[in-house]
């Protein structure tokens, strides 16, 4: 039986801080608190523990291990003060997904409109993953993605659908 | 038993492989074929001609072309969920052990009883069906249609769920070339030069289209233009991937054949491809047109093409003796090809009054008979060709003379494939030389950009040379749209164009003789190009037709719309993996599986699933209704309310926002309260309903109706970035970051005091209406005090992580009290006891607020918010507005949810006026008694009046009008 | 299917990943208008065949609204533009011009 396209992973543990603010005015500010650059336009900035992605123009997630919110939480609230601005715990909003391995790519491409060669080493793509709001980036040796808890059962099933033993997209 | 096939050639054939016998089944028989055979040319070698019957009039017919425009030999293949109807035989590979039946015909191929619609032809003209079943109109109903039903439709249909895997996928390339042969893969070339992805797709298993077969050097050109594409890394190259259909700004649908008829892979047996380019390249070459000549459907009539087909690339003779019919140059070649492969060639009948090219020479020079100015009036054979009768192509078909013959090859000229380059709006001219349509380069399908995206290349722009021998001289083809031209009714009458419809050169001609002017009304009167052919074989020679019959040019009377797709796509393949579980998402909360472990009846809403009740054994769904509910209002009950809507507003102009938002004041609500709130559409309708808790001094939770959660935060943005974008607001979506639980039921403080907390419960510190944040059962929660049931009730919101961990623990330390889960059905019912309203139930999108009684819940102070301006039109303002009230049934009987009260009289339309309806209806278990709740014209002041409610069965119920408030009108127990 | 590109955060997106929002630049009639205005702003809505201005949220992406000029008829897109603007801006104005030299905007340009 071959392998199939990717592995596909459920992760936990990570903490996850939805930030709107006007990022021109509180940019430097957010950086200080959550320790990580401001992210460019539709990018994602790391530093291996942590990441900070651009999801509106008004709008950045943190994502860091769960011990860390709260702490995370405090410093932006701090630091925003005085500024229009809402920062939100959402760590338990969500699932997360890791998809490595040689054709990692080709399971996005079955479940996104996205141009995956369109996306810079460090894009972050909203996009939908079939037929649920989903977003991903790339993580050493394929791509993590993230959607809603609710959806994590229908995720890890069509994730695992397109992984399919022998279904990789290159010509055969 | 093994035998080598009669009609198999001792030599040739470059797309099998004999040392590979591959064993299959047709109609019951066993028959062998090799490895790299299409079905037809497997039953070709084995000497089977007659391919299928026709759909009308279920004539035998064999297989008439070698590729994707086959309209004959189509056939079930497969057996159980695997069946499959309509599988084209040119085009399916050959696979061991398949097995394949013959369609159309009852009880069997060869004799077959639908036949008799054959010799009853004459009675079947063009419009036959509209004509005959009008009267007697009763008719129709109890006998034609059934019949009509039991004959009508290509093949049937599988009986069981089918058992492959599909998939589908997203490409994204700058180019994408449609078509394998040499002009999409020299236009492959030109495109890959410049730099940008490219991705070229071949309908077929083999590359090269029609140049190893009609070029010298054919198969060297194509195998060098492979290996300089293949050594492109921004070229990708994908075979058995048909492009069926283009769309707006370069959308491509294609279908890749990945393991076709072969389960035994384990992968998905095709796969949807949806491909975004930003030009398209239509190299998808042209088809041969058919000759109208009386009795063309005999088996053994074939295109030209398709006869040097089956010869060069599967080594087999479709028959011994052949005579080619033409009126162009292209066809000698399957004359010489044939000789050659060593078949008898007889004669080569041309309707043109010379034929002086290159290869019309070099017929001769093979001592070929070549008949100038001559056509067929006509093919001797029933089921098989047995020869043709020849005649002056320019008279009305008295005999020249007869060969014998039991294969004819006939070539009435070439149309480009223009399909892809029509789909989407592409328009073609007309090619007077060629008697051609071909795409118009000046009116090209436009891209995003309002630039032409799509560009035809090779033979599908016309070139119908680019294949073969440039260097060989041909004379031009000669328009012959009827042979005979001045043929007779009665040789008219059998000229097929439309082989698959059984549509002939007559019935074409009746249509435009009764008046049907437009070629989109002819081709629905005669049903010409109908099912799979789409305009592929009968199109040009159908309109040519009609055009002659109608005196005007074929231009004027233009093409049928072209329509996606070009060959039939399953719907499995459209549905791809959206199927079974996947078919769509299915939202499950953070105590999903304990509602699953102890035995939740499902109710979907939205795509959340919630427990409805939770039957235990020996209770149906609504006796559990029932005990949850008496729990609840006796003891405890639980509700998992997690899927409600809670979206976070924060800001300084929050509260300004709300207030537009709802209609009552939410920016006068204190920090640390709860209010109830309406939101209506800027039409005025009620479109959800919530409790808003204000939190901080700028910040608000506004809880959403389940379902409601991402259309309310999609309304709230919508109005924040499109109208009131210099108000400083922020909002976000936290509905799936808590698990919210109900804790209801007179003991609910009484339980909650039990686990380990920070929060007062009392109703001192926590009355009615407010909310307060600390830890419950050593979990961050807030708690709010607001109540759906009536009941003293907690709502408590924690991590949706900790969501189940909380209901576990409810449930542990209320086990002696008999705390109960309650589900959907037992929420509904006991809000109904109180009078409450359900978005959904009392409200459908055309009532108002003020429908309901809720004039409270409406701000007088406010100037404005959403649906106010709505409110004051004079209908919705109208006195005669059905309003809310509660309903007593007379005879104890629930009066069905969505009954009609009448009222005296009827309208313009002879109906029985309406003055009401039912809209919730239950047994109320706490009251042991029906009630319901309607919209009734002035209900209000009609107190204890009786009205009807008429039933399907023609019974008659009745309600009397009642207060909506059934139960505890004084609300003392939401204090426990 | 329609393929736009998001003014907001750059992605070209396609209609599945976009929610339609119906004509733009509609002016909101509150609680003074007069009957006819507040039913032209209900249900009037324009439905040429050529140059229209649509409303669309970028819905599977940044999840912000933003304007499109389009021609109904070929498909053409001239541009997308902020949402937060009471008419085109010029850019998109002179971008309609140059495909389309004969078109007429439909409002009086304040600006």
Redesign the interface.
């Known amino acids: 039986m071959a392998d199939a396209l990717a592995t596909i992973t459920r992760r936990d543990g990570f903490g996850m801080v939805t930030i709107r603010a006007d990022l021109d005015r509180s940019g430097d500010a957010i950086a200080e608190a959550a320790g990580l650059a401001i992210p460019g336009v539709t990018r994602i900035t790391s530093d291996g523990s942590r990441s900070l992605g651009w999801m509106s123009p008004d709008e950045l997630l943190l994502i860091l291990p769960a011990a860390e919110t709260g702490a995370a939480i405090a410093a932006l609230t701090g630091a925003l003060t005085g500024e229009h601005a809402l920062v939100v715990d959402v760590s338990d909003a969500r699932a997360v997904f890791d998809l490595t391995g040689p054709h990692a790519g080709d399971v996005i491409a079955k479940l996104s409109p996205a141009d995956l060669d369109a996306l810079p080493a460090d894009g972050l793509r909203r996009s939908r993953a079939a037929q649920t709001a989903a977003a991903f980036w790339r993580i050493e040796g394929g791509f993590r993605l993230i959607g809603f808890r609710s959806t994590a059962q229908y995720l890890d099933l069509i994730l695992r659908n397109a992984a399919l033993p022998g279904s990789q997209l290159a010509p055969r | 038993m093994t035998h080598t096939p009669s009609f198999r050639l001792a030599r040739g054939g470059r797309l099998i492989d004999r040392a590979r016998q591959i064993p299959f089944r047709f109609d019951g028989r066993h028959l062998r074929g090799l490895q790299g055979d299409t079905l037809a040319s497997a039953l070709l070698a084995n000497g089977q001609m007659m391919m299928g019957r026709s759909f009308k009039y279920h004539r035998p017919r064999g297989p008439l072309a070698s590729g994707a425009e086959e309209p004959n030999a189509l056939f079930g293949l497969g057996q159980g969920g695997r069946f499959e109807p309509n599988q084209r035989a040119t085009t399916t590979a050959l696979l061991s052990g398949m097995v394949m039946q013959s369609q159309n015909c009852w009880p069997s191929l060869d004799a077959d009883i639908g036949a008799v619609n054959g010799w009853l032809s004459p009675m079947f003209p063009a419009g036959f069906y509209y004509k005959t079943f009008i009267h007697p109109r009763a008719f129709w109903k109890h006998l034609f249609e059934p019949v009509i039903r039991h004959s009508a439709g290509l093949g049937r249909a599988p009986s069981d769920p089918d058992p492959d895997r599909y998939e589908q996928a997203y490409a994204h390339t700058e180019t994408v070339v449609v078509g394998g042969g040499i002009a999409g893969l020299t236009a492959a070339r030109e495109a890959a030069r410049a730099g940008g992805r490219v991705l070229v797709l071949e309908q077929g298993p083999v590359w090269g289209g029609r140049t190893p077969v009609d070029h010298r050097d054919g198969q060297a050109r194509i195998e060098a233009l492979l290996a300089d594409l293949g050594a492109r890394p921004n070229v990708t190259l994908r075979r058995n991937c048909m492009a069926t259909g283009l769309y707006d700004h370069g959308y491509l649908l294609a279908r890749e054949a990945l393991a076709d008829h072969d389960p035994d892979q384990g992968i998905p047996r095709q796969r949807l491809w949806r491909i975004r380019a930003r030009q398209v390249v239509t190299a998808t070459g042209a088809l041969e047109r058919p000759l109208s000549f009386a009795m063309n459907d005999v088996p053994g009539v074939m295109l030209a093409s398709a006869v040097r087909d089956f010869i060069l690339d599967y080594g087999v003779a479709p028959g011994r003796r052949l005579v080619v019919v033409t009126n162009n140059d292209d066809a000698y070649r399957t004359a010489l090809i044939a000789q050659e492969a060593g078949l008898e060639v007889a004669a080569i009948i041309d309707a043109r009054p010379r034929a002086g090219g290159d290869l019309a020479q070099a017929a001769r020079a093979a001592n070929i008979p070549v008949l100038t100015g001559t056509g067929i009036a006509r093919v001797r054979g029933g089921r098989h060709v047995e020869g043709v009768i020849h005649c002056d192509q320019s008279g009305e078909g008295r005999p020249t003379g007869a060969i014998d013959c039991d294969v004819v090859a006939m070539s009435g000229g070439w149309s480009p494939v223009v399909h892809l380059y029509s789909h989407c709006g592409g328009k073609l001219i007309w090619d007077e030389a060629e008697a051609m349509f071909r795409p118009d380069p000046a009116r090209p399908p436009l891209g995003a950009d309002g630039q032409g995206n799509v560009t035809a290349t090779g033979a599908a722009n016309g070139d119908l040379r680019c294949a073969g021998d440039l260097e060989r001289a041909e004379d031009a083809t000669m328009p012959v749209w009827c042979m005979p031209q001045n043929a007779p009714y009665k040789l008219r009458s059998k000229m097929w164009l439309d082989f698959q419809n059984d549509v002939k050169v007559s019935d074409v001609q009746l249509a435009a003789r009764e008046g049907y002017a437009s070629v989109e009304h002819t081709k629905r009167y005669t049903t010409l190009g109908m099912a799979t052919d789409q305009g592929k074989l009968s199109n040009i020679n159908g309109l040519a037709v009609l055009s002659e019959a109608l005196s005007q040019p074929i231009p004027q009377t233009g093409t049928t719309t072209f329509r996606p797709p070009y060959t039939p796509l399953t719907l499995a393949t459209i549905a791809a993996d959206a199927r079974g579980d996947a078919f769509q998402p299915l939202r499950r909360t953070p105590i999903h599986d304990w509602h699953a472990r102890n035995g939740a009846a499902w109710e979907p809403v939205g795509q959340w699933r919630r427990p409805y009740s939770y039957p235990r054994a020996g209770e149906d769904r609504h006796a559990a209704v029932n005990r949850e509910i008496l729990a609840v209002r006796k003891g405890v009950g639980t509700l998992d309310a997690s899927t409600l809507g809670k979206i976070v507003v924060r800001g300084p102009d929050a509260g300004r926002f709300l207030d537009m938002l709802y209609t009552n004041m939410m920016s006068t609500l204190p920090v640390g309260k709860c209010r109830y709130g309406l939101m209506c559409s800027e039409n005025g309708f009620l479109m959800d309903d919530g409790v808003v808790a204000r939190l901080t001094e700028d910040s608000w939770l506004c809880h959403t109706t389940t379902g409601g959660a991402e259309r309310i935060h999609g309304h709230m943005e919508d109005w924040l970035q499109c109208e009131w974008w210099d108000w400083q607001v922020y909002t976000a979506n936290l509905t799936e970051q808590y698990a919210q639980i109900a804790v209801a039921g007179p003991k609910a403080r009484a339980l909650l005091e039990r686990l380990p907390g920070s929060i007062d419960l009392s109703q001192q510190a926590l009355p009615f209406m407010q909310w307060a944040e600390g830890e419950v059962a050593g979990i961050p929660a807030r708690i709010y005090r607001i109540s759906f049931s009536g009941e003293l009730s907690y709502e408590i919101a924690v991590p949706a992580g900790r969501g189940l961990d909380l209901w576990e623990r409810l449930h542990e330390a209320g086990h002696d009290m008999g705390i109960t889960p309650y589900g959907t059905e037992a929420m509904h019912v006991m809000r109904a006891e109180k009078g409450f309203i359900m978005i959904g139930d009392e409200t459908d999108g055309t009532i108002i607020p003020q429908d309901l009684g809720l004039g409270w819940a409406i701000s007088k102070k406010k100037a404005d918010y959403i649906g106010k301006r709505a409110q004051s039109r004079s209908f919705m303002t109208d006195r005669a507005r059905w309003q809310l009230v509660g309903l007593e049934s007379l005879d104890g009987r629930v009066i069905p949810d969505g009954a009609y009260a009448v009222d005296a009289g009827s309208n313009a339309n002879g109906q029985r006026k309406m003055q009401g309806r039912v809209t919730s209806s239950y047994h109320s278990p706490t009251l042991d008694r029906p009630i319901a709740m309607a919209l009734v014209r002035h209900g209000p002041e009609r107190m204890g009046q009786v009205l009807d409610f008429p039933l399907p069965s023609g019974e008659v119920m009745q309600g009397r009008i009642c207060d909506p408030v059934f139960y505890d009108r004084e609300g003392g127990r939401l204090n426990g | 299917?329609?393929?736009?590109t998001c003014p907001?955060?750059?992605?070209t997106?396609?209609e599945?990943?976009l929610?339609p929002?119906g004509e733009a630049h509609l002016e909101?009639?509150?609680?003074g208008?007069s009957?006819a205005a507040?039913e032209a702003y209900?249900f009037a809505r324009r439905n040429p065949r050529g140059v229209h201005f649509e409303?669309w949220?970028h819905?599977?992406?940044?999840?912000?609204?933003f304007l499109a000029a389009r021609?109904t008829a070929?498909?053409?897109?001239f541009g997308t533009y902020s949402?937060?603007t009471p008419h085109p801006p010029a850019q998109i104005v002179a971008a309609i011009r140059r495909?389309r030299p004969d078109w007429q905007p439909h409002w009086t340009q304040a600006e």
């Open positions: 299917m329609l393929i736009l907001c955060c750059g992605v997106a396609e599945t990943e929610h929002g909101r009639i509150g609680p208008g009957d507040f209900l409303r949220r819905a599977h992406g940044c999840g912000k609204w021609d070929t498909l053409q897109v949402a937060q495909a």
